[in-house]
């Protein structure tokens, strides 16, 4: 079975600056997807990035990146110059290759204050 | 692209009642969609996975005969909640994937249920 660890619950940030949220996870599979989800105060689930597995080149949306250690099993969210609209609960979440089914984490809270 | 509707966003019943969720693919084929449940500051539990003209599958825990999923087209997927009691309120997500992009999902906006 495939787990994922959030091991922060909250994390507060100043506007336009730069914060981590890290994400670990364990699985014997070595074809897979990993997420990172934010649900805002809307409860809208939003996609914010996603990495292949087998790709080595860590993925980048706007000034969203992760760092994607394949080896180490981690996959950490990099959120720079944040902004208010970033205060969300961030999720992260894998996928078997083949599969649609995904395993979430039990969620990081990210406020941006001003 | 890859937009999913639910509706209603928010609904209020008395108890022993039932009540029908929509969601809908707005803008792709969904060869595949899912159905979770949400409890305040937690994540998402998924409730039931459903193919297009198939029988859904079930969580374990998940009552097959309180909870009746039905996805008629590829694009529309319903969730009923039957006989519907105060411990059922919650907030229900759906959320759709398609053969590209790794069947990625895409998630609606979401429904909260109280039930009375």
């Known amino acids: 079975a495939q787990t994922v660890t959030q091991s922060q619950p909250e994390m507060s940030v100043q506007e336009a600056e730069t914060v981590t949220l890290s994400c670990t996870y364990d699985?014997?599979?070595?074809?897979?997807?990993l997420f990172w989800y934010k649900q805002p105060p809307s409860r809208q689930m939003i996609l914010v990035i996603r990495?292949?597995?087998?790709?080595?080149q860590n993925a980048t949306e706007n000034r969203f990146s992760v760092n994607f250690q394949k080896a180490a099993k981690s996959f950490s969210l990099k959120i720079s110059d944040s902004q208010l609209g970033d205060t969300a609960m961030y999720f992260c979440a894998f996928m078997i290759t083949g599969y649609s089914t995904l395993t979430f984490g039990k969620g990081t809270m990210l406020l941006v204050s001003p | 692209g890859a937009v999913v509707s639910q509706h209603p966003s928010w609904v209020i019943c008395k108890s022993g009642t039932s009540v029908k969720i929509e969601c809908r693919s707005l803008d792709f084929q969904a060869t595949t969609m899912f159905w979770y449940r949400q409890f305040p500051k937690q994540s998402l539990m998924l409730m039931a996975t459903?193919?297009?003209?198939?029988?859904?599958?079930?969580e374990q825990g998940v009552e097959k005969d309180k909870f009746l999923i039905n996805h008629a087209s590829l694009t529309l997927s319903t969730l009923t909640v039957t006989s519907a009691h105060p411990e059922d309120s919650s907030f229900y997500i759906c959320?759709?994937?398609?053969?590209?992009?790794?069947?990625?999902?895409?998630f609606g906006p979401g429904t909260r249920l109280l039930v009375l």
């Open positions: 959320s759709a994937s398609r053969r590209t992009e790794g069947k990625t999902q895409y």
């Open positions: 459903s193919n297009e003209g198939s029988k859904a599958t079930y």
């Open positions: 699985t014997s599979e070595n074809n897979y997807y």
């Open positions: 990495q292949e597995a087998y790709k080595q």
